[in-house]
């Protein structure tokens, strides 16, 4: 028979995959987990142990605490070493009698301590550990984003290799169909144009082998920039081809997405703090027209002679209490108001906008989700009926009622089901990433432990 070679071709190629195999078995072809493999989990950890914006961000946390207690720190007394020469001129009331000087050195060890400002040491230890705060959220916005890149690009290597595999069995079908036609057109038992047109397809098997690899090379290289194995190309960089498994929450209502990214989405918390922040800016402020008191003790050495300046007679202390009461500013004040209630207007409208993009964002990523489960779903549908109709092609040929052709449009349809199901799980597996990362879930304890 013309295509007795083909279907014992395809029956080889496939012989590895039974008649009854489900798609969701079609999609994984291993589940050990090799030693000479990476698992999500440790494309993870190995990618957050390299990543620089992390460094960075927790470099800025550690100087926003230093600035903290550096702060708290201004509360206690201060102590300093004072030396004063003071020289000064005193003209007689008098014409006649001669200008008087009088010359004065002074020593002495000043103790300050705060009692009263205004609240600007308080306000600004609040502000600075709300700046230290914001520094944690940066580390933590850092480490999602991190996080979703390995992701990403650790799914886009996975999704290559496995329709690479898929594309090079289809092409091992079309290559054994046009081993069969070329021999048979030589004993004239098939046509010149059905050589050509299997040489086509083949040709068009090709193309997508070399694009498909190109694509699993591509995201390879980005992959080994992400963990830091970019310098050495020779060290072996595997994969399991199964990290499709934590899809669960695909039915996830809006309401409850949005009070989740409320609370917890990084932007969010970002913007209601710099609104805060905002707040005590202002207050700092104000307390430089407010009222402030400071206990001053001196104890040290006075003397109008040089000579003389360290000597028991010269010794001194002092205490005493040290009141400043801002009188006039020229007005300034009325413009500093006006500024802080502009810029506390500036940070309110900046919340409200991180707000609306967070929401119109969740709201289209979940659609997307919602899109993308349903297509999912058509393609599990869609793979079954291809493996199905192409049995049922291999069923009639045998029968003699369906042309080589037929085998051939049947393999095509199979091959293009399952292509489409292995891109539809993965488009779910993404779009699902999406969604938990607007809500602000912490998407290291959600995939790290996928192995």
Do not use: C
């Not at 092409?171 to 004993?187: C, G």
């Not at 498909?212 to 830091?228: F, K, M, P, Y």
């Amino acid at each position: 028979m013309l295509l007795l070679w083909l279907l014992l071709a395809i029956a080889r190629v496939f012989a590895q995959t039974p008649n009854n195999t489900s798609s969701q078995q079609i999609l994984f072809f291993k589940n050990q987990t090799p030693q000479n493999k990476y698992s999500l989990g440790q494309i993870i950890s190995l990618g957050l142990d390299t990543n620089h914006e992390i460094k960075e961000a927790t470099a800025n946390a550690r100087q926003q605490r230093a600035l903290t207690q550096m702060a708290e720190r201004q509360i206690l007394p201060q102590l300093n070493t004072v030396v004063i020469d003071n020289y000064q001129k005193k003209p007689s009331r008098l014409s006649s009698l001669p200008t008087s000087s009088l010359h004065n050195y002074d020593m002495a060890l000043q103790l300050v301590q705060p009692l009263y400002t205004g609240g600007k040491f308080t306000n600004g230890i609040r502000s600075l550990s709300l700046a230290e705060e914001s520094a944690k959220i940066q580390i933590y916005l850092a480490q999602q984003q991190a996080v979703k890149n390995l992701i990403l690009t650790f799914t886009q290597l996975v999704q290559s290799k496995q329709i690479l595999e898929l594309t090079t069995q289809h092409y091992s079908v079309l290559k054994a169909y046009v081993d069969t036609v070329t021999h048979y057109e030589t004993i004239g038992r098939a046509r010149d144009m059905d050589r050509l047109q299997a040489l086509v397809n083949l040709s068009l098997a090709e193309v997508e082998i070399n694009k498909v690899t190109q694509d699993g090379e591509t995201a390879e290289s980005n992959l080994r920039h992400l963990i830091g194995f970019s310098e050495n190309r020779n060290k072996p960089l595997e994969v399991i081809s199964d990290p499709l498994k934590n899809l669960d929450g695909n039915d996830i209502a809006l309401s409850i997405a949005w009070q989740t990214a409320e609370e917890n989405n990084p932007e969010i918390l970002l913007a209601k703090m710099g609104q805060m922040q905002q707040e005590y800016t202002n207050k700092i402020q104000n307390a430089e027209d407010l009222p402030s008191l400071n206990l001053i003790g001196n104890w040290g050495y006075q003397s109008p002679h040089s000579a003389h300046w360290v000597e028991s007679n010269s010794n001194y202390y002092s205490i005493g209490l040290n009141l400043t009461i801002p009188i006039f500013s020229g007005f300034s004040s009325f413009s500093k108001k006006k500024a802080q209630m502009e810029a506390l207007q500036g940070k309110t409208h900046h919340l409200d906008l991180i707000r609306q993009q967070v929401q119109q964002s969740l709201e289209s990523a979940l659609l997307e989700l919602k899109n993308s489960s349903k297509q999912f779903e058509v393609a599990k549908k869609a793979a079954q009926q291809g493996q199905q109709a192409l049995q049922l092609a291999n069923r009639g040929y045998k029968l003699g009622v369906v042309s080589s052709q037929d085998v051939l449009n049947a393999q095509r349809t199979r091959y293009d089901s399952e292509k489409l199901l292995i891109q539809s799980q993965f488009t779910v597996f993404t779009s699902l990433l999406q969604v938990r990362q607007i809500m602000g879930l912490d998407l290291v304890k959600l995939y790290s432990n996928l192995k």
